[in-house]
């Protein structure tokens, strides 16, 4: 039994396992090799949790956490995913027999039954086996093939599941195009930008947007974001795609009313980028071609892309703030911040991660988190932005604890350039 004493680290949320597996999928298009996705589901462990306590199913947990780690080579790697499912990933193999002698080890693992006290507490699992590029070629159609057959799995009560689907050939010749495809997407100007209103939670009055790319490709549709920025990041198109957002989004906002007086645009940065010796030279360049009084630039950034070098990034920070730009900390609130940074990061606002006001309302703990946030924020001088207000409860919520800024599906969609222009005129402050 484990013995620390400790709760087990919660999941990762499946938003951010998603994006980690999107990368897995591009890196292994990129350079043609295989991974298996391995989903692992504990069985009947909310009973666990019922007939021994939840003391026992942390102990439990953290045990079946120790215990997959051995099947795992130095490569791989292994997320709890859910309360009761792990994932794990393994990198470069040859063939499926090989996920499933691991799905087999893991099997034979849990054969041993852990102990609460004196009683034996019997565990078991079930395996879902999907593998890129052989059963699915985008992380999508990967993870949802390995929960069907894990559904499946269950459903029938056999051990270990593998998908049966085919799609190697054309699977790696699709990957090699989306990147291809991307490279000539700013030629042909299928990106675009859309904006998603901010309002000021006090006086209702718009105070600007965020700016949130869009590929509109010719036979795939709308293509978000979240699938093809790692791709660009990989590639290394971020640089020019970032130069032309800047630009972009500066031009756009030449053509805002001046109903509400000034307005900030936000455009979201790259972790890696602060220390891009270019950064500066497309954020100075862009604001000189579209020079306009009205109009704030906010840079956001995640909390991440200052963890290497500090003062360094720091410094970045202030010549760009000298150059009356502002900087927000994005999806603030899951990231490495340690309270002593408050004293010099030069930061003007901190946007608290969405995963904290989705369901604000119903969740308590979530509701102390907002309030310290705002809290540290207001007591450092910066201003505070709740991303993801989805109902006039959360809303109304946010404004009594002295939220200042929100954004979020219930006040307005992100819509494209010309439709956020008519949002601003007409919109009428509603309270
Ligand atoms: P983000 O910066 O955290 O952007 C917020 C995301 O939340 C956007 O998704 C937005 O459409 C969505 N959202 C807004 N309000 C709500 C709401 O009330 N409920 C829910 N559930 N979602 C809401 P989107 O546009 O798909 O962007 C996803 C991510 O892709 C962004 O997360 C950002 O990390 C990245 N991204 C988007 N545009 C750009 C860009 O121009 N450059 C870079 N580097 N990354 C970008
Ligand atoms: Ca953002
Ligand atoms: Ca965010």
Redesign the pocket.
């Given at each position: 039994m484990a013995s620390s004493k400790h709760p087990p680290p919660p999941p990762i949320d499946r938003k951010a396992f998603f994006r980690l597996l999107s990368e897995w999928v591009s890196v292994s298009g990129r350079y043609g090799t295989k991974f298996a996705l391995l989903l692992i589901d504990i069985s009947r462990f909310h009973r666990v949790n019922h007939l021994h306590g939840y003391h026992i199913g942390d102990r439990i947990l953290l045990k079946l956490e120790e215990l997959l780690g051995t099947v795992r080579r130095p490569q791989d790697v292994l997320y709890r995913i859910g309360d009761n499912r792990f994932a794990l990933v393994l990198k470069d193999i040859m063939n499926p027999g090989h996920a499933e002698l691991a799905a087999q080890k893991i099997q034979r693992l849990l054969e041993m039954p852990f102990q609460s006290g004196d009683d034996p507490v019997p565990v078991s699992c079930t395996v879902g086996i999907s593998l890129y590029p052989t059963h699915a070629h985008t992380a999508e159609n990967l993870l949802r093939e390995c929960e069907d057959v894990l559904n499946h799995a269950r459903s029938t009560g056999e051990p270990v599941g593998i998908s049966q689907r085919e799609e190697e050939d054309e699977a790696v010749s699709e990957l090699w195009d989306l990147e291809m495809e991307l490279a000539r997407a700013l030629d042909k100007q299928q990106l675009q930008?859309?904006y998603?209103p901010q309002v000021s939670i006090n006086s209702g009055a718009p105070i600007g947007a965020?700016?949130?790319?869009?590929w509109v490709h010719p036979h795939r549709g709308m293509v978000?974001?979240?699938i093809f920025?790692p791709i660009a990041e990989k590639t290394g198109l971020?640089k020019p795609?970032?130069n032309w957002?800047l630009n972009t989004v500066l031009r756009h906002s030449t053509k805002w009313t001046d109903r509400w007086g000034e307005l900030s645009v936000s455009?979201?940065?790259?972790a890696d980028f602060i220390l891009r010796p270019y950064l500066k030279d497309f954020v100075a360049n862009a604001l000189q071609l579209w020079s306009n009084k009205r109009i704030t630039l906010v840079l956001?950034i995640v909390e991440r892309s200052l963890i290497e070098e500090p003062e360094r990034c720091f410094k970045v920070l202030n010549d760009l703030r000298s150059m009356g730009i502002r900087i927000s900390i994005?999806?603030f609130g899951t990231g490495y911040s340690t309270l002593s940074y408050f004293k010099f990061i030069p930061v003007d606002e901190l946007k608290i991660d969405?995963s904290f006001i989705?369901n604000l309302t119903a969740d308590k703990a979530n509701q102390s988190i907002v309030r310290l946030i705002t809290a540290l924020a207001h007591s450092f001088e910066m201003a505070v932005v709740a991303?993801?207000?989805?109902d006039a409860n959360t809303l109304q919520y946010i404004r009594k604890i002295g939220v200042d800024i929100g954004?979020?599906?219930?006040l307005a969609?992100?819509m494209p350039a010309e439709e956020f222009r008519n949002w601003l005129t007409g919109y009428q402050i509603d309270r």
């Open positions: 930008v859309f998603q965020e700016a949130l790319i869009r978000r974001p979240d920025i971020i795609i970032t957002l455009v979201n940065i790259p956001e994005d999806d969405q989705n991303e993801g207000i989805e954004q979020g599906y219930h969609r992100p």
